[in-house]
Structure formats: structure tokens, C-alpha cells
């Protein structure tokens, strides 16, 4: 499979790559100003052609002068536009004082912004932009509040309350947009986390930046995307060249777990896969998929055999952590293949832990918070920062669920925002610990397994939404996920 990749970068890399645009390659501030300005009107009539009325709501700082290039362009083009501005207005000398001189000087006016916002076909959030990370406090806090209550509303460079950086959201009042034009670079915390909420569709102006500007910026994350199938396979290939899953997990009242990560290991196209599950369960499982080879394992020592056959162990859904679940464990902890690790092993992990090079461990924040020791909420206000102590305590590939998946090594970080809400669903996590399992049985790296599982899982999670989120159940995904990992995406 071949994925695309683009780049994310932080603040400080924007704001450093902006500064070098200006003092090496002749690019001031003002003139990337008005490009911005400019482009976002382009974008805003495109969206919204039929527009007549646009109410602008500017902060003191340069975001707040790309929304008055962009209210200037869009009076000169015609449309009525009412400008807004949160605070004293922009600092003397500054870049946006330009652009508020250049507003007045053609006869319009600005308003101090009102509880209560006026009606209008498109606002345009330029409030804050990338420098928010805290609460807005006074005509801000009124500012974003306002147009939190309003719609639809475009969101210049990030939506105003949202940390462009983490993801996260400070507190108190969030503008929603329906489109955010992000400048220069794109800005990974609009990727992840609560942000997704927030964003809405995503788009770039580069405001044309010679590439050398960005030379000295190596990106600190990159978005994922899935762009084609698995390579052909060769004519006179047989089962065992694709790869033996071992499935552990199905512990009383669980079996159900097992089996779907075992179905999703075969329906990415690895060769054979075995699932050990309480003997309770093994008949049950057996009858239930009739390629799945199933075995009742009493104790971690009957496993001894299965494990040495595998070329790759996914162990946890449905494993508990009782006492058969906690032998199971111990007894994958032993094997000198990639493992997969999820669920309750997980919670082993966390009781327990260890560090290894060659697994992927797929947390969904709940469990990431086990796993380090902190609360829900400190893992979701910096998704990339979990992901990397994640990384430094337990090595391998770590796979941070949630919005906006993450995935990350020592040396690099994916992030994939393919996905929708219906996938908040029971075991959707069972089908991704399969689907990364069976890549790596196919012969892909457990980095490379992963990053291409989280895409083809979220991304065949979009195709089986098609007909409805609500509702959407984990095996939906099973089709597709034959249908994408063979090139067949419609």
C-alpha cells in the first residue's frame, strides 16, 4: 500500500518560517498579509458563492489584519461587510495597525464587538489565530463567545479557542467553523483531539513561500492518507508466504473480541490465522468462522507451540485480566515475533510494565492514561506529548486512538484524521489490532503495519458510514477492509 503524506508543523515552526520568509527571502510582513487576506476571500467565495453579507470578527494581533485585508477585499468586491474588533485594536506600527489603516482610509468603519452578533450569510473568525494557549479572558472571551452562537463561519489559520499546536481546548467559549484556512503550514494540532470538532474542513494556503523558506524545518508530524492497494501478489504463492496470526484473547463472555480481530487479520489478507481463546469458547468460534483455526488453550503452556509457529501475536481482545488472561499474557510476552498489544493487555502492561522494539501497543486514551499514569484528561490536552512518553517507556510503535489517531516510533510520528463518531463503537479497537496484525504477517514493519492499519481501518470506517453513522457496527468494516487493501475503494 502506498500511503500520502504531508507535512505538520508546530508554531514555533510558523512562526520561524514566516520570520525567514521575510528577512532572507524579501517576503515583509504586510505582503504575506495581504496574500493571506486575499486568498481566504477566494476560498470564502468559493464555499459560500451566493454570499452577500460577511461579518468580520478581529482580534488585536496579525490574525485579526488578515481579517480586515480579507473584509477590504470583499467590500471591494461588492459584498457588504461589518467589522468587528475584540480589544483596544491593533498595537501602533504593528503589521494589522496597516491593515486597520488601510480599512478606515477607504471609509468604512469598526464596531467594538457585541454580545450578540448581526445577522450575515458568512462570518469570519480572525480573532486569535495560532497564539492561543489559555482561556480567552474579556472582549476576546465576548468575541469568541459571539461567534460560537453563530453560523456558518470560516476560521482563519485555527479556529479561535482551539490550541494549534496540541489539539486541545483551553476552556469557556469555541468557534466551530465549517472551513479553516490555515496559512503557510499546516498546523498539526488541527488534526487531533477536540480540535476535530471544531475545524471543520481543512485547507491550505502556502501564500506561495519559496521551498527554502521551509528548508530548515524537518516537520514534526505528517498526515496520512491511504492512496492504493497492497502489492500484487506473485502467481505461485501459496497460503504460508502470507503470513500465520496468532489471535489471543476471548476469555468467558469475551469470544467475540477474538474472533473479530481474527476475521479482520483475514480479510487484509494475511494467510492463516489461529486463535486461542478459552477452551469454553473454542467450539463456539469454531462454527462462527469456518477459516479461523481455533484452539481452547487452558494455561500460558499450551500456547508454547502456536507462539513458535506465528510470525506475528495480537494478544488482548477480550483477554481480562483475571488468571487465565494474566497466563496468556506472560505466556506472548515470551514470543520472539512483533506483537500486537491491545485491550486488557494493555492493563497488563500498565500492572506490569515492560519495553520492547518490536511490538505495537494501541491504546485509546483511557488506557494510555493506565499506561503513564495519568488522567484521561492530561492525555487528551497533548495528544503528541503522550505519544512520545509512550514511546519512551515502552519502545515499539505506539498507536494513541481516539480523533485523529496518532502513531509513533522513537523517530518519527503519523497522524491519520481519517474516521467519523460511528466508530465509537464496541469493538472496533478488536478489528484494528487485527487488520495491523495481518500487515505484518503480509511482511510490513510493525511502523509501517501500523500506520497503514489505522488508515485502512479509518478509512474503510468512512466507506461503511456512507449509510449512517449511528448504528455502524465493527464488522461493517470487514468488506471494505478486502475491498481497500485491493485497490477497489468505491
Not at 475584540?86 to 486597520?100: I, M, V
Not at 481501518?457 to 458510514?465: F, I, M, P, S, T
Request: net charge neutral.
Amino acid at each position: 500500500m502506498q500511503i500520502l503524506r504531508l507535512p505538520l508543523y508546530t508554531v514555533e515552526q510558523a512562526r520561524r518560517i514566516d520570520r525567514r520568509a521575510s528577512e532572507s527571502f524579501g517576503l515583509p510582513g504586510p505582503v504575506l498579509m495581504a496574500r493571506a487576506g486575499a486568498l481566504a476571500f477566494a476560498r470564502l467565495r468559493r464555499r459560500w458563492p451566493l454570499a452577500l453579507r460577511l461579518c468580520v470578527v478581529c482580534g488585536s494581533g496579525n490574525n485579526g489584519g488578515d481579517g480586515l485585508v480579507l473584509a477590504r477585499v470583499a467590500r471591494a468586491a461588492g459584498l457588504s461587510v461589518q467589522v468587528f474588533i475584540a480589544g483596544p485594536g491593533p498595537k501602533a506600527g504593528s503589521e494589522a495597525a496597516g491593515a486597520l489603516a488601510e480599512w478606515l482610509a477607504s471609509g468604512d468603519g469598526i464596531e467594538p464587538v457585541p454580545a450578540v452578533l448581526p445577522e450575515a450569510d458568512v462570518y469570519v473568525d480572525a480573532v486569535f489565530g495560532i497564539g492561543l494557549k489559555r482561556t480567552p479572558e474579556g472582549d476576546a472571551r465576548t468575541a469568541v463567545a459571539a461567534l460560537s452562537r453563530v453560523a456558518p463561519v470560516m476560521s482563519l489559520d485555527v479556529p479561535s479557542g482551539v490550541d494549534a499546536d496540541t489539539g486541545h481546548c483551553p476552556g469557556g467559549a469555541i468557534v466551530r467553523a465549517v472551513e479553516t484556512v490555515s496559512f503557510i503550514v499546516r498546523k498539526r494540532g488541527l488534526y487531533t483531539g477536540r480540535a476535530r470538532d471544531y475545524v471543520g474542513e481543512v485547507s491550505l494556503e502556502d501564500l506561495s513561500l519559496p521551498a527554502e523558506a521551509l528548508a530548515d524545518e524537518a516537520p514534526t508530524a505528517w498526515l496520512r492518507q491511504c492512496a492504493s492497494a497492497l502489492p500484487p501478489r506473485r502467481p505461485d504463492s501459496h497460503k504460508g508466504d502470507h503470513g500465520r496470526v496468532l489471535v489471543i484473547g476471548g476469555a468467558p463472555g469475551f469470544a467475540g473480541a477474538a474472533r473479530m480481530a481474527g476475521e479482520a487479520a483475514l480479510r487484509v489478507g494475511a494467510g492463516l490465522v489461529t486463535v486461542a481463546t478459552h477452551p469454553a469458547h473454542a467450539a463456539m468460534l469454531n462454527v462462527g468462522c469456518w477459516e479461523l483455526m481455533v484452539r481452547g488453550v487452558a494455561d500460558g503452556g499450551a500456547l508454547r507451540e502456536a507462539i513458535a509457529a506465528a510470525d506475528v501475536v495480537a494478544i488482548g481482545p477480550g483477554l481480562s485480566t483475571a488468571v487465565w488472561g494474566r497466563e496468556m499474557w506472560q505466556a506472548a510476552l515470551a514470543a520472539r515475533c512483533p506483537l500486537v498489544v491491545d485491550a486488557d493487555a494493555l492493563n497488563l502492561l500498565a500492572a506490569s510494565p515492560h519495553r520492547r522494539d518490536d511490538w505495537v501497543i494501541t491504546p485509546h486514551p483511557g488506557e494510555a492514561g493506565r499506561l503513564l499514569g495519568w488522567t484521561v484528561g492530561t492525555v487528551q490536552a497533548d495528544r503528541f506529548e503522550a505519544a512520545a512518553r509512550l514511546s519512551e517507556r515502552y519502545g515499539g510503535s505506539i498507536v494513541l486512538k481516539g480523533a485523529g489517531t496518532l502513531i509513533r516510533t522513537d523517530t518519527r510520528v503519523a497522524l491519520c484524521a481519517a474516521g467519523n463518531p460511528g466508530m465509537a463503537s464496541g469493538g472496533m479497537g478488536d478489528i484494528l489490532t487485527g487488520v495491523i496484525a495481518g500487515l505484518i504477517a503480509q511482511g510490513r514493519s510493525p511502523i509501517a503495519a501500523a500506520e497503514e492499519g489505522v488508515c485502512l481501518h479509518a478509512v474503510a470506517g468512512d466507506r461503511a458510514a456512507v449509510t449512517g453513522e449511528r448504528g455502524l457496527l465493527a464488522t461493517d468494516l470487514l468488506p471494505w477492509l478486502r475491498r481497500l487493501v485491493n485497490g477497489l475503494d468505491g
